[in-house]
């Protein structure tokens, strides 16, 4: 399989990625492939090398779903992370107001039996 076939199917089974990391991906290989044919290897021992397109697509899409899960995930511990934060202020604020309060009330008890 000559470069330019090599691209253009690396292109096609790539098609479910994002247009830049396609773009990039296959400015990759393009460079690679140029340089280890300038360095005198055939195209047979590039292909065993490197994979085939279908495989190398494959995993760059596998790569890239991962990283979205990971991100997701991420976002999700992020959230609850806040979530929790958020309430264990809520619930010191609410404690600490009933605390105000009881010691009010103490205040008041101790104020009023004294002027009685």
Known sequence: MDKQKFLKELNK???GL???EREELLQYYDEYLTSAL???KSEEE????IGSP??????????SSEEE????????VARIGWLKRTGISTWFAFLA???FLFLLGE????FFSELM
């Open 13 to 15: 089974a790539a098609s």
């Open 18 to 20: 994002p247009k830049e």
């Open 38 to 40: 300038l360095e005198g």
């Open 46 to 49: 590039i292909r065993q090398e």
């Open 54 to 63: 279908t495989q190398i697509a494959g995993a760059f899409i596998e790569a």
């Open 69 to 76: 899960i990971e991100k997701k995930a991420y976002k999700r």
């Open 97 to 99: 107001c009933l605390l």
């Open 107 to 110: 205040l008041q008890v101790l």
